[in-house]
């Protein structure tokens, strides 16, 4: 660990920026377990915006003078251009990107940099902190999903009239298409995106001004500040703004669900490209060999989209379970609550890339596809309608006449649509030849065209719709 030492005894010296009434140095393993500047330094433009705001808002209340202000935001402007050139040295002495910050700022305009902290605690300059950074996160990853559904939405659209079987428990259930089988998680997309919309709404409040828990005798522009960095109002409760992280939380739980989302969809394209399903192919973009078996072309991106939940998920388990007994104010616990954010946001980023470029790269192959919806009877329920529609028998009827037809067909090992008609005649007589129109699959998925349903023409229109919502061609 870097940072001066006292001198005497080896133990690093208090940290001065908090250190006047302890006289003694930390231990090794109290400053080890103390710092957090690892992890909270890529909130740096972050803390520098508020920091520039709050100085902005001292001065015009007549809190500090404008010359100290205006020296204080040169100041902290050259750190910023320091930390993004990658010329900061950040110091584990100063714990947190809070005092790496103001001691650099003290280096470079001397005693006016002390001004910078009036009527502030680092406890609602890291709530203010936290809330911009991880707003500025929620922007990125609703681009993100947006291009991830603009992707699903092409496929979808070429896919609009390909014939897959559709499932139940794994099993062949109905025909469908596989433009509406993407577009399914289209939806899902949609909901993920319109949750983090949400929460975005909900964190867009500023606690500046909050100071450590209390408020402060200062008269500060709790306003200002908050315009300032583009929060639709202060909180409200200076006890809630230094302590609440339900925003976190939230971010967690709609992050989770959509990485949820990912993952059903990743762990179809592993049973798409099987040789069992041979739905669709990868190329070597998102694909990986063996070290043994030359043959093979692994879904590594799918399944490692797969994992990631895990890791999102965690992450959400982690910070609720750290939050839960924590009285108020502020506890020296809330330091844990940023790691898991920021690996759930790059997990989630990552995944979302991944499926994005898997959504592109997909190939459909529509004979197999199709093939595959002529196997496990998938048109029996086909037939049932028939016999409701055409020959006026209640559905629960239909459905036997049907059962028994498969029984048939599976004795005979041939589809439904191969029985001679003779042998259909036999279960019911008012059967007739019209009936294999019904039974093709490319019919059965064709026939669905209630609201929502899997017919092409449903799906075109789908897409039509989905596009407008976006906002894209």
């Known amino acids: 660990m870097s940072g001066s030492n006292d001198g005497s005894n080896g133990t690093p010296a208090a940290n001065t920026m908090w250190g006047g009434r302890f006289k003694g140095g930390a231990s090794d393993i109290m400053a080890a377990i103390n710092v957090s500047i690892h992890f909270d330094q890529r909130m740096y433009a972050q803390d520098i915006a508020g920091s520039k705001a709050h100085v902005a808002m001292l001065a015009k209340q007549g809190i500090i003078l404008e010359a100290d202000a205006a020296e204080i935001t040169r100041g902290l402007e050259q750190v910023r251009q320091e930390i993004a050139a990658g010329s900061f040295e950040f110091k584990d002495a100063l714990e947190d990107i809070h005092m790496n910050v ?23 300059q890291v709530a203010t902190d936290f809330r911009l950074w991880l707003r500025d996160e929620i922007d990125t990853v609703l681009a993100a999903l947006k291009d991830l559904e603009a992707a699903l939405i092409d496929q979808a659209e070429a896919g609009a009239d390909m014939v897959m079987p559709g499932f139940t428990h794994l099993q062949n259930a109905q025909p469908i298409t596989f433009g509406h089988h993407l577009l399914a998680y289209v939806e899902m997309i949609a909901r993920d995106r319109g949750r983090f919309e949400d929460c975005r709404k909900r964190l867009n409040e500023s606690p500046l001004g909050a100071a450590a828990l209390a408020g402060t005798p200062y008269p500060v ?36 669900i ?11 394209i592993v049973l798409w490209m099987s040789a069992q399903f041979r739905f669709i192919r990868l190329t070597d973009a998102f694909t990986t060999g063996s070290s043994i078996m030359p043959q093979k072309r692994n879904p590594d991106a799918a399944e490692l989209v797969r994992a990631k939940i895990g890791r999102i998920a965690g992450s959400f388990t982690s910070l609720l379970m750290m939050m839960k007994g924590l009285p108020l104010t502020y506890s020296k616990d809330m330091q844990e609550d940023k790691e ?104 059965s998925a064709a026939s669905r065209t209630s609201f929502g349903g899997a017919a092409p023409d449903n799906v075109r229109a789908a897409v039509k719709a989905a596009r407008a919502r976006l906002e894209v061609a």
């Not at 959509?258 to 179809?268: G, V, Y």
Request: glycine share 6%.
């Open 102 to 124: 103001e001691a650099r700022l003290s280096e470079i305009i001397g005693a006016a940099a002390g001004r910078l902290h009036t009527g502030r605690s680092r406890n609602d």
């Open 221 to 256: 522009d709790r306003d200002m500040t908050a315009k300032a960095l583009g929060f639709d109002r202060p909180m409200a409760n200076s006890l809630d703004a230094v302590s609440a992280r339900d925003f976190a939380l939230e971010f967690l739980g709609a992050a989770s």
């Open 258 to 268: 959509n990485a949820m989302h990912l993952s059903r969809l990743a762990d179809e």
């Open 340 to 443: 898991p954010v920021f690996l759930a946001v790059d997990s989630l980023m990552l995944a979302i890339a991944a499926m994005s470029g898997m959504a592109r790269d997909m190939q459909p192959n529509r004979d197999g596809m199709l093939a595959a919806a002529k196997l496990g009877f998938t048109n029996a329920t086909d037939l049932a309608d028939w016999l409701v529609q055409n020959q006026g028998l209640p559905f629960r009827e239909a459905h036997h006449v049907s059962g028994s037809l498969v029984s048939e067909a599976e004795a005979r090992s041939c589809g439904l649509e191969n029985l001679p008609l003779d042998v259909m005649q036999s279960v019911h007589a008012g059967i007739d030849a019209s009936v294999y129109e019904v039974l093709k699959v490319e019919n």
